[in-house]
């Protein structure tokens, strides 16, 4: 892609709007453009990288299992009536009347929905476990909705449901779920931890927030600092093993403030072991049994004849705040570098040739190598515009493919100026740095 055709609308300055530094770098390399107050334009920079995101969690949801369809965003008042929850939502939902005068609302949560269309087909406990998800606009009419995408009024979530004929299966499935969300979270290069938490509006008594560190989050919490040495790549896809990882996870306090008991952190947790500190959610899961199968008679058949509520869980991934928390963890704002994990790079690799007004050469040599780079699956980026190199360069930055070629003096004859972005140079031939992307590609 030429830097001349695509529309990146980078702004010289940092906005002054913007309080944090992912609102301040989607801002200023023009990702999002906002609409009104916590609703946003998704420009082309940014709508790639929040769906290189979507994919990831995508195929994470589809390796435990999960089904993946498609609710709409709007929804009827009825389903919540049945549910209880219409009155109890209270502010946070956008309430609309149709034509006809029917109460219909924008979807902040779809556990009514999901649940509807569970019990209109499946009758059985041999039908069961039935994981379904999918990745859709929600609308919470946020008090306050701040520090851009982050919190939102409109945003982009994967929700996930699981149906289950008991508690211990239901458990499964959790495990199931926290597992998938580590694994998810590993591939976008993030450190997230998995917390006791509160369940607030969508109910239940089990439940973990996913959360990343990070000095603007929201979130306030209090851990012990062993829970970051876990590791998980050797849990399989069984109960046993599921149950264990949990188990090894759950051994550590790691709670946020809703949960935080200051006489049990300080008995249980040693002082060098302490840590409080802030971060942003990224996910939450929830187990709440029967709390919306009873009241909306989602039942099936059970083996000796009776019947019985199924066993409910669900499980969130804020796929648009993702955009922001990966930058809050990567962006080094001092520097104005911007470091997307090559899993969700808006490019992988910036061309920046040098151009002097008679000499297109280094151009030249540059549409020649995305040739090559486009049969080995890279996407790059040119800039091809006449400004000074140091511009260029900021300007590359910011946009933060992982990888830069420099064509200029440097890049004579078979080897190329390469670097990580922000890293040592190197002079390479293509052949061999196609062969580092690739491999680093194929290792996501
Ligand atoms: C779980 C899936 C739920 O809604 N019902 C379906 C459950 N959980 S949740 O914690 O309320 O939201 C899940 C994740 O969505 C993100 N999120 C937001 N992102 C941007 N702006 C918001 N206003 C917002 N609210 C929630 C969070 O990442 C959260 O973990």
């Known amino acids: 892609m030429l830097l001349s055709n695509s529309f990146i609308p980078i702004l010289k300055n940092n906005p002054s709007e913007a309080k944090i530094k992912s609102h301040q770098l989607m801002l200023r390399v023009g990702m999002i453009k906002q609409a009104s107050a916590g609703i946003y334009s998704w420009l082309p920079l940014g709508f790639k990288v929040m769906k290189k995101i979507e994919d990831i969690v995508r195929q994470e949801q589809n390796k ?13 008042s009825e389903i919540w009536k049945e549910s209880g929850r219409y009155d109890d939502y209270g502010e946070e939902m956008l309430r609309i009347t149709d034509r006809q005068n029917r ?20 009758k059985s406990y041999k039908s069961l476990p039935q994981l379904m998800y ?47 969300y580590l694994r998810t979270f590993k591939r976008l290069s993030l450190t997230a931890i998995p917390m006791a938490a509160d369940t607030g509006p ?5 439940s973990h927030e996913f959360i990343i560190l990070a000095d603007t989050g929201e979130s306030k919490i209090f851990t012990d600092k062993r829970i970051f040495d876990l590791d998980n790549a050797d849990t399989q896809l069984e109960k046993a093993s599921l149950e264990s990882m949990r188990k090894k996870y759950e051994q550590f306090y790691a709670v946020t403030d809703e ?10 947790v040693s002082k060098e072991n302490q840590l409080i500190t802030k971060g ?26 009776k019947k019985d509520f199924v066993k409910m869980g669900s499980y969130g991934i804020g796929v648009s705040r993702l955009v922001g928390a990966i930058i809050e963890a990567k962006y080094d704002d001092k520097n104005e570098i911007m470091k997307w994990p090559l899993s969700v790079a808006p ?12 000499d297109t050469s280094a151009l030249d040599k540059a549409n020649n190598i995305n040739i090559e780079l486009i049969k080995n699956n890279i996407d790059a980026i040119i800039d091809d515009t006449d400004e000074n190199f140091s511009s260029k360069i900021k300007k590359m930055n910011l946009i933060g493919a992982p990888y830069q070629i420099i064509i200029g003096k440097k890049s004579e004859g078979d080897l190329l100026e390469f670097k990580e972005t922000s890293g040592e140079t190197q002079n390479l031939p293509l052949s061999k740095i196609i062969e580092i992307i690739t491999k680093q590609k194929n290792s996501i």
């Open 202 to 206: 969508i109910g239940g008594n089990l």
């Open 347 to 358: 490019y992988d690799i910036a061309l920046i040739p040098m151009i002097n007004k008679n």
């Open 64 to 76: 435990i299992g999960a089904q993946e369809i498609l609710m709409p965003t709007i929804q009827s």
């Open 280 to 305: 942003i959610e990224v996910g939450h899961i929830f187990y709440f049994g029967d709390k919306y199968s009873k009241p909306m008679g989602a039942s099936v058949d059970l083996p000796g004849g």
């Open 259 to 268: 949960k935080f008991n200051k006489e049990d952190f300080e008995k249980i």
């Open 134 to 180: 999918h990745i859709q606009w929600k609308f919470r009419d946020e008090i306050r909705p701040r520090f851009g995408i982050m919190r939102g009024r409109e945003f982009y979530m994967k929700d996930a449901y699981s149906f289950d004929v008991s508690d211990e299966e239901a458990f499964y499935s959790y495990n199931k779920f926290f597992l998938s």
């Open 103 to 122: 109460e219909m609302l924008y979807g902040p949560t779809n556990e009514e929905q999901v649940t509807e269309i569970f019990r209109s087909s499946i």
